[in-house]
């Protein structure tokens, strides 16, 4: 009698719960329920996307090896277009930058490496950028547009190659003592038992 008397205290306790709690209870489930499953798609998308991207990427590629800038240049619109976020369309536009700029229109060169810089914010890629648009705009001689360029808020471990080129900038303009200052910044965040020390080092010894 006891048992049954506290069973149906249980189930009124229970009756009482839901009819004050449940409501919310269920809600809850189905904001959940509603969250995975938003969270399941949005990564079924990004990964047909990035299977697109990558289809399309080769396409690039294979323009790019047949040496038809025209037809590069096509495909990489469609990459920056459809599929901006994707690390293809990075890879390709920073590709489409070396070509440029190495058939002499940097112009076109800072316009794809600030696409770039617009779109990807680790500090590798943002290094990546910085130094190449101050490449560009050293050899255009823009040497004021050059440094602004370095100036980005990177990791320490990325910072000596920015230090580095902020060097060459400066070597170009013939600050020799702005120039070794540089270097040698970029010297003393570097691990001693890296390679880039004694490429760093032979530019201060060639200096003097």
């Known amino acids: 009698m006891v ?6 205290q249980e189930i ?3 009756k009482f719960f839901w009819q004050r709690w449940g409501r919310w ?3 809850l489930l189905i ?41 590069s240049k096509k495909v990489l619109l469609q990459l920056q277009k459809d599929y901006p976020d994707t690390m293809n369309a990075t890879q390709a536009t920073l590709m489409m930058a070396g070509t440029v700029f190495d058939a002499g229109m940097y ?5 794809h490496l600030q696409w770039v810089k617009s779109r990807q914010n680790s500090d590798l890629l943002q ?9 560009v ?4 001689k ?18 000596p190659t920015l230090l580095e080129t902020k060097g060459d900038i400066l070597l170009a303009q013939k600050k020799n003592a702005e120039a070794t200052t540089a270097y040698q910044q970029a010297l003393n965040l570097l691990p001693k038992e890296n390679v880039q020390r004694e490429i760093i080092q032979m530019k201060i010894i060639t200096m003097n």
């Open 142 to 159: 823009k040497y004021p547009e050059a440094l602004k360029a370095l100036d980005v808020q990177v990791d320490n471990h990325y910072k």
């Open 3 to 8: 048992v049954h008397i506290q069973d149906e």
């Open 137 to 140: 705009y050293l050899q255009q």
């Open 107 to 111: 112009d076109e060169a800072i316009q």
């Open 127 to 135: 290094t990546i950028v910085a130094q190449r648009l101050a490449i």
């Open 25 to 27: 209870i269920f809600a």
């Open 31 to 71: 904001v959940l329920a509603l969250t995975y499953l938003s969270y399941v798609l949005y990564q079924g998308h990004v990964r047909s996307n990035n299977e697109k991207a990558a289809d399309v990427f080769e396409t690039f590629v294979t323009q790019a090896d047949a040496k038809n800038l025209e037809g």
């Open 12 to 14: 009124a306790n229970f």
